[in-house]
């Protein structure tokens, strides 16, 4: 790849993609899989870089290559910054490969195509999910500070996401967050007139002018995702779990009012308003659902959860929101606990084998009913029973020792909520992150253990490349004590400049 200037995109071809094939990566273990393809976590044979491969499904392409791994591909090339995921490379396999002689019809043997992207640590369902784990404000801080500055960047460089939710935010040991799954994410330009499609973002992140036919619309769709994304970190579960379209656009009506041309003007010309129009008025109520919000959160959350698009807050006025700029300030990402590996693939595998494990105990409970247990001996004059069978937790009778559970409580006291396989809907894309998955909200997705230290580091922010902003350095609030005052949103200037095309 020729050499990128800092603080500009790269849009230059890299020469050696597509050079390398398949066999310069082990494939370790198989991390997801869904309607465009297969992840595996893979390891370098060279190096012993650990990294995801992405394989492109082509079974259902008759001729050709697959329109959104093109548009993927094109976009991840373009955007270079510290809060995006990195797609390292493409990879080839010429014919058909070990892991497939179990499935003969695979492509029919005509050969593969693999991304190759960084490695990440958990996704943010994966690792919210976790028993136990509480979210403190400062983390919360830190992680939407990255998300919004991440957002920023593709924002001001024409890139709609179109699929923010939680499983599509990567995260590494280190604190980094990152955008990944940019399969749904689409290019923009300034002219108002192009229309898009409204089948996009999974349903219980999609805006309400999307739910109601809008196909023409901008970046402000992102920002409803991400004003859900900010609320479920603060109250522990999703705010808005519809069943579907209808039902979720009647849920934010109750959360945030009805739409009428006072609060929102044009929106009775779009084409669905008339079918879904609430028969009764509802009022707004973000504020009194979510009064037990810190203030500056609270304001934060309502601009973000506006009705209007044209009045919802754009991802630059976030970054500068009284909420980062307050104490307790963001956290330094190097500070944040290390944890095993957590994504929702990997949470959602283990729910399943639990139930299937349930449902095999109860079932062999009724084939193989337990007979009444015998009454104890008969003691001695003197001798209390006491002492001998001392109950379920006396060390006689301890073969399953009393299980506890810590709490599941995030930074609000509130349970984490739903739980299962419906933990969250079906998705616009059919899957997240790296990899698609089709029964829930998806996600780059990986599972297994991840080497704790070794792998390359991420790509230096002086890989931005040519022709655009460049990306974010040290993109944190003014820091509290515990490190290094600086970086690009450090200092005592919360108007500083970015450095970016505005």
Known sequence: MAAATQGQLSIDDSSFWGSRSIECFEKLEQIGEGTYGQV???????TGEIVALKK????????GFPITAIREIKILKKLQHENVIKLKEIVTSTGPEADEEAKPDSNRGKG??????EYMDHDLTGLSDRPGLRFTIPQIKCYMKQLITGLHYCHVNQVLHRDIKGSNLLIDNEGNLKLADFGLARSFSNDLNANLTNRVITLWYRPPELLLGATKYGTAVDMWSVGCIFAELLQGKPILPGKNEPEQLNKIFELCGSPDEINWPGVSKIQWYSKFKPA???????REVFRHFDRHAIDLLDKMLT??????ITAKDALDAEYFWTDPLPCDPRSLPKYESSHEFQTKKKRQQQRQNEEM??????QHPQQHARLPPIQPPGQSHQQRWGGPNHSMN??????????????????RGVSGPNRYPPSGNPGGGYYQDTGGQGGYNAGGPYPPAGRGAPYPASAASAGGPRGVTGAYAAPPPNYPQGGQYGGSSRNQQYGWQQ
């Open 307 to 312: 009705l209007d698009p044209s009045q919802r």
């Open 40 to 46: 595996y976590m893979a390891k370098e044979k060279k």
């Open 361 to 366: 105990a109860k079932k062999q409970k009724l």
């Open 56 to 63: 492109i499904r082509m079974d259902n392409e008759k001729e």
């Open 280 to 286: 009764r008025q509802m009022k707004r109520r973000v």
């Open 398 to 415: 301890n073969s399953h020792p009393p299980l506890t559970s810590g709490p599941n409580h995030h930074q609000y006291g509130k349970p």
């Open 112 to 117: 593969n195509i693999y991304m190759v992207f």
